[in-house]
């Protein structure tokens, strides 16, 4: 089964980040969270809005990570089976209040087909 968020994890991991779907207690100071926050499927193509969170000790490393994946994503490479991808909004700070760490948020809409 193709999974949107375990592409994007796979990829993020290939281009150096370390990423999860979900944050952990014992993660490491910088992070990268993949979550699928909605979209549609119209026959064997799916239009998956994605949210890619970064974390970090300082607020503009934050920031500076989710721009350097913006940029990979729509200039260079994308994750396997994403045909599309657009940035809907962002990065933006995303404040995490229980952790207290700083968080950044981009969020994509995304073209993938579902078989190959």
């Excluded at 968020?5 to 281009?15: G, H, P, R």
């Excluded at 979550?35 to 503009?60: F, S, Y």
């Excluded at 721009?67 to 599309?84: C, D, F, M």
């Excluded at 994509?108 to 087909?113: G, H, P, R, V």
Aim: hydrophobic share 35%.
């Amino acid at each position: 089964m193709y999974s949107v968020t375990e592409q994007f994890v796979s990829w993020l991991d290939t281009a150096g980040y370390e990423a999860s779907t979900y944050p952990s207690a014992t993660a490491a100071t910088e992070l990268v969270t993949v979550e699928r926050t909605g979209g549609n499927v119209e026959d064997l193509v799916d239009h998956p809005t994605v949210a890619i969170q970064t974390w970090a000790d300082t607020e503009a490393r934050a920031e500076e990570m989710a721009v350097e994946i913006r940029n990979l994503l729509v200039t260079t490479s994308r994750p396997y089976g994403i045909a599309k991808a657009i940035v809907n909004s962002g990065p933006y700070p995303f404040w995490d209040e229980s952790t207290g760490r700083p968080r950044y948020q981009t969020v994509y809409d995304c073209t993938a087909q579902l078989t190959d």
